[in-house]
């Protein structure tokens, strides 16, 4: 049974430090992994999708990485602006339905 | 905006009252799954339709029940409601989930039961 979990639960920074969310999952034979932000009270946004044949993704000044063999991917983020604010899920996909999505990491980005 | 509209946005019932959420997926997708997201956690997979037929159910009872109809808009209905439904729950569509293509979220529907 996959299960997801993501370090820290909860990230503090100040303006313009550059952070790594990480995401770790216990089967490997995912077919990809989808990185999500989600503001308070609000729906999920997608963020980055990384296919198993793919170790990274990039998209502004967000990198997503995949590393199979040992169960994890990490979300880069570069520059960090107070709108960065929110939680940060990660979702593994291991094919048919199945969607499993970590609890999430909570960050605030201080100005 | 990911084109997938959920309705009501709010909503408070009863225990033990029935309720039917709403789903209108993206132009093009042909598969809905429903999520519950209590607080401070991270959605949990209710179950999928694909084509009108449910393909994949997570670990929810009966009473939690869809629809997907021929333009591929859904409902969630839950019967016998509890406390601990109280919830925000998320459509999400696709285009053949089963292909591993990228899920669209929508804004949710906050279910509160007292």
């Known amino acids: 049974k996959q299960e997801v979990t993501q370090i820290p639960a909860a990230l503090s920074v100040p303006e313009g430090e550059n952070l790594v969310l990480n995401c770790s999952f216990t089967?490997?034979?995912?077919?990809?992994l989808q990185w999500f932000r989600q503001d308070p009270g609000k729906g999920l946004t997608s963020l980055l999708l990384i296919q198993s044949s793919q170790r990274e993704q990039t998209s502004g000044r967000l990198n997503a990485s995949l590393d199979k063999s040992s169960g994890r991917s990490t979300l880069y983020i570069a520059a960090s602006q107070p709108g960065d604010s929110a939680t940060y899920l990660c979702a593994s996909f291991t094919g048919g339905f199945k969607t499993i999505f970590g609890a999430g990491t909570r960050l605030f980005v201080k100005a | 905006e990911t084109g997938v509209t959920q309705s009501p946005t709010h909503l408070i019932k009863t225990r033990g009252q029935q309720v039917t959420l709403r789903c209108s997926s993206q132009s093009g997708h042909n598969t809905v799954s429903w999520y519950q997201q209590a607080l401070g956690q991270g959605p949990q997979f209710i179950f999928q339709y694909y084509r009108e037929e449910e393909n994949g159910r997570g670990n929810f009872p009966p009473r939690f029940s869809g629809l997907q109809f021929p333009n591929y808009s859904s409902e969630l209905n839950v019967n016998a409601l509890e406390l601990d439904d109280s919830a925000l729950y998320l459509c999400?569509?696709?285009?053949?989930?089963?292909?591993?293509?990228?899920?669209?979220f929508g804004e949710g529907s906050w279910l509160t039961v007292v």
């Open positions: 999400a569509s696709s285009l053949q989930r089963s292909s591993g293509n990228t899920i669209y």
């Open positions: 089967d490997s034979a995912i077919y990809n």
